[in-house]
């Protein structure tokens, strides 16, 4: 714990930094006129000071806990299913308007139903075809959300 | 005696058949656009607002004052169910209605909402009806400076809201606040963080965040577990609350109506900001604060109950002053501008058919949305006997159809799902959410409140103490700021009693 804290203090002052860099470029004004940088850069010096408190208390915490209890049996290879999904997200944000709502929102239930449960295809594909069909006429159709139609367009 | 006869004519015109259906019609769509995520409040009443202009006024302020309100009440049910807050002031409902539900809670969680919701919303129609005229001249005494110190005090309760440690939870609040500056700067109007991205100029939307932060990092943490959650293999005990949590609800929900109503009346107060301080209030109050975020009665009925009495008192400064407090309030704004009322102090003479019409309105809504949400309850609560495997897939399509449907963009769903993702990283690393969700929409109000303070003040800082009520919200964000410095040399001194053999201190 007090190690992925360490990394989540440096990640957040690395961020703090960036925020402290990018706001220099705008105005700071004065007390009396506050500019467009005024309130960023105090916001990134408070985030530092805030990183580094975290950072010290973490690291108070290391000598006593070592390097952290070994992940939970259920968490290993879940990460490479997180990335995969997270892939997959983006992949429809991508594929969205070329291809439509109904095939993307298709092959994303599908993707989602067949890794994680290996269950058989059939029940997989009418899930996904289920899912794509409802949710397009629940939405574009009743409530009227212009969302792409792709092929399906006329 | 003069206001029951005022209030009798309302109800002359409320329960019209006309009237009553719109009313019937409003708390429908609220609570449907409360639980269905994306659909926010404001952009259903910019949606129907032009479904409006064949209506006569009192029928149009009706229905979509029944939408916001509905929202209020129907944004807890995916928040307790699914951790997807509904909308912006379900988002503290998510800490403790979800853990309900994860126990086995759900329909105690549900019911505590809608009765609690109920309750509030009625209290706080009596007090609009009763306290209208006074409160809102109480809020003219709010100048920038005022506004200011309530946002500092608000942002440090926010930070409190992350449960763990108070470092962490106002890290997330300041990066909340960081994520709040992107976009135009409140005064000038120049761009900031933008990264030469158009669409940034605009800033992030709250409710993008709130949907990948909660809705699609949820699915990715579960995802990342080889055995899908217990959370809906919990057997459901019981539809509806027991009487030791009706007996723990029942002084959150009293002060929750309570502070709602106040904060409401406050332009910009609101549902949301009522609701986290709710939350942080009743975590001072409680005899058991560890049990926040792991499922307390208290903190599901003290916000439900505070966000839905805002919801109704931020109707006060706009029929009395004329002034909209939130963006769905402006929205009627407009609708009765284009009807030809004009809201202010004139409105209850001049017009007070809208008025104590919508004043009357609001008590039968209110019944309304009672009858609605009750019975559905176990409706809700069968979603939960659905695999999660078999949900999940149909909780992310819901929120990137949500996400789009905000403004019908691609973008905007490309954001839910980058915030998703951090949404996950921020779970693996032990920081809550909900306090960067919420510090996002009250930053850019602070700054513009601090900015326009140090002008009006020409830099003079005591600006914030020479005023009464903005020195004591400031020395109460002090007072909150320093409980842990205290609380750690009592301890260190109790220790030190303790090794010297002394017997400690009261």
């Known amino acids: 714990m007090a190690r992925r804290e360490a990394i989540a203090a440096a990640g957040a002052l690395l961020v703090a930094a960036w925020v402290f860099r990018e706001a220099t470029a705008l105005p700071f004004g004065s007390l009396r006129q506050p500019g467009p940088g005024f309130a960023p850069r105090w916001a990134a010096v408070t985030l530092a000071g805030l990183s580094v408190l975290l950072l010290v208390q973490a690291l108070r915490a290391l000598p006593s806990t070592g390097s952290g209890p070994p992940p939970a049996p259920e968490a290993r290879g879940g990460g490479l299913r997180v990335a995969g999904l997270v892939l997959a997200l983006a992949f429809y944000v991508v594929a969205l308007v070329p291809v439509g709502y109904p095939i993307c929102t298709f092959l994303l239930v599908l993707f989602m139903r067949r890794p994680t449960t290996r269950r058989a295809l059939l029940p997989a594909l009418v899930l996904a075809a289920a899912a794509a069909a409802g949710s397009y006429l629940l939405f574009a159709v009743w409530l009227r959300v212009p969302l792409p139609p792709g092929p399906f367009a006329g | ?506």
């Not at chain 2, 259903?44 to 006569?56: E, F, K």
């Not at chain 2, 928040?79 to 309900?100: F, H, N, R, W």
């Not at chain 2, 109007?189 to 940034?200: A, I, N």
């Open chain 2, 1 to 506: 005696m003069e206001i029951l006869s005022l209030l009798g004519g309302g109800f002359a015109v409320a329960l019209t058949p006309t009237n009553l259906m719109y009313c019937f019609l409003g708390s429908l769509i609220g609570t449907a656009i409360g639980v269905l995520p994306g659909l926010g409040p404001p952009a259903t009443i910019a949606l129907l607002l032009p479904v409006t202009y064949g209506l006569a006024p009192t029928s149009a302020v009706i229905l979509l004052a029944g939408i916001f309100y509905g929202a209020m009440y129907g944004g807890s049910t995916t928040s307790i169910l699914l951790k997807i807050p509904g909308e912006a002031a379900s988002v503290v409902t998510c800490l403790d209605g979800y853990q309900m539900a994860r126990q086995g809670r759900a329909g105690a969680a549900l019911a505590i909402s809608a009765i609690g919701s109920f309750v509030a919303g009625t209290v706080s129609v009596v007090g609009l009806m009763l306290l209208a005229p006074p409160l809102a001249t109480f809020a003219l005494r709010f100048g920038a400076p005022e506004y200011c110190a309530l946002l500092v005090l608000g942002l440090l309760m926010v930070g409190y809201l992350g449960g763990g440690s108070m470092t962490k939870g106002l890290m997330m609040a300041v990066l909340g606040l960081l994520l709040g500056m992107v976009g135009l700067d409140p005064i000038v109007g120049s761009p900031r963080f933008t990264l030469g991205v158009f669409k940034l100029s605009e800033g992030f939307e709250f409710v993008l965040v709130a949907m990948g932060l909660f809705g699609i990092g949820e699915v990715l943490a579960n995802v990342a577990h080889a055995v899908p959650p217990a959370v809906l293999k919990t057997r459901i005990q019981g539809l509806l609350a027991s009487r030791e949590e009706w007996r723990r609800a029942g002084p959150p929900l009293a002060r929750g109506s309570l502070l709602g109503f106040l904060i409401g009346v406050l332009p910009g107060g609101g549902a949301v900001i009522s609701s986290f301080v709710s939350y942080a209030l009743e975590k001072r109050l409680s005899r058991h604060p560890e049990q926040f975020g792991k499922g307390a009665v208290e903190g599901v009925a003290g916000p439900e109950a505070a966000n839905n009495a805002a919801a109704t008192s931020s109707f006060v400064p706009l029929l009395t002053l004329g002034i909209p407090g939130n963006a769905s309030i402006a929205l009627i704004f407009a609708a009765l501008l284009i009807h030809g009322v004009r809201p202010g102090p004139l409105l209850v003479t001049e017009r007070p058919e809208v008025f104590w019409g919508l004043i009357a309105s609001m008590y039968i809504g209110n019944l309304v949305l009672l009858v609605l949400n009750l019975p559905l309850i176990r409706l809700w609560v069968k979603l939960l006997e659905v695999p999660y495997p078999l949900l999940a897939p149909f909780i992310v399509v819901f929120v990137l159809v949500g996400a789009y449907s905000v403004n019908n963009s691609v973008f905007d769903v490309g954001t839910t799902v980058a915030f998703g993702a951090l949404g996950y990283l921020l779970r693996k690393l032990d920081f809550e959410p909900a306090p960067l969700v919420l510090a996002m929409i009250l930053g850019p109000q602070l700054e513009a409140a601090l900015r326009r303070s140090l002008i009006y003040s020409r830099g003079d800082l005591m600006v914030f103490i020479e005023r009464p009520i903005a020195a004591s919200l400031l020395a109460l964000a002090a007072l909150m700021l320093l409980a842990p410095l205290f609380r750690w040399l009592l301890q260190r001194r109790v220790r030190e009693m303790a090794a010297a053999g002394s017997p400690p201190p009261d």
